[in-house]
C-alpha cells in the first residue's frame, strides 16, 4: 500500500463491492432461517402442551438466544449496507479515527470495519 494514498481505487473499491454483496446476501439468508425458527416454535396446537411445563423454560431459553442471534445477525446486516454507502460515496476503507487506509486484508476479514487495528486497540484501552 502506498503511504500517500488516500483512497481505493474504483477496481478496488467494486472488488470489496463484490465482496461484501455476496456476506449480504448470506447474512440475509441466515436471518431470515433465525426469524423463521423464532416464528415457527411456538407449539399452540400442540395437544400435549400441558405436559411439555418442563421444557418452557428451556425453550424460552431457546427462543431468547435465538433472538440474541437474530439481533446481532440484523445489526451485521446494517454493518454491511453501511459499507456499501461507503463504497458508493467513495469514503470505504479510511479509518474513522485517524484518516488513514484500513488495509485491505482487515477489510476483507472484517468489510464493515470503519477503524484500523491500531484504532480499535487505542479505543479498547481507553475503555
Known amino acids: 500500500m502506498e503511504e500517500n494514498k488516500v483512497r481505493y481505487s474504483d477496481e478496488e473499491l467494486e472488488e470489496f463491492r463484490q465482496l461484501i454483496n455476496e ?6 439468508s441466515d436471518y431470515e432461517v433465525l426469524m423463521e425458527k423464532i416464528n415457527g416454535s ?12 418442563l421444557e418452557e423454560g428451556s425453550e424460552t431459553l431457546s427462543k431468547e438466544s435465538l433472538m440474541n442471534e437474530c439481533m446481532r445477525a440484523q445489526k451485521f446486516i446494517t454493518g454491511l449496507q453501511a ?5 458508493q460515496n467513495k469514503t470505504y476503507g479510511i479509518c474513522r479515527e485517524t ?14 470495519a ?8 487505542a479505543r479498547d484501552k481507553r475503555k
Open 23 to 28: 456476506k449480504l446476501a448470506i447474512a440475509k
Open 114 to 121: 470503519t477503524l484500523s487495528i491500531e484504532a480499535k486497540h
Open 42 to 53: 411456538d407449539d399452540d396446537d400442540d395437544p400435549h402442551a400441558t405436559y411439555h411445563t
Open 99 to 112: 484518516g488513514k487506509l484500513i488495509p485491505k486484508e482487515r477489510l476483507r476479514a472484517v468489510p464493515h
Open 83 to 87: 459499507a456499501l454507502v461507503r463504497i
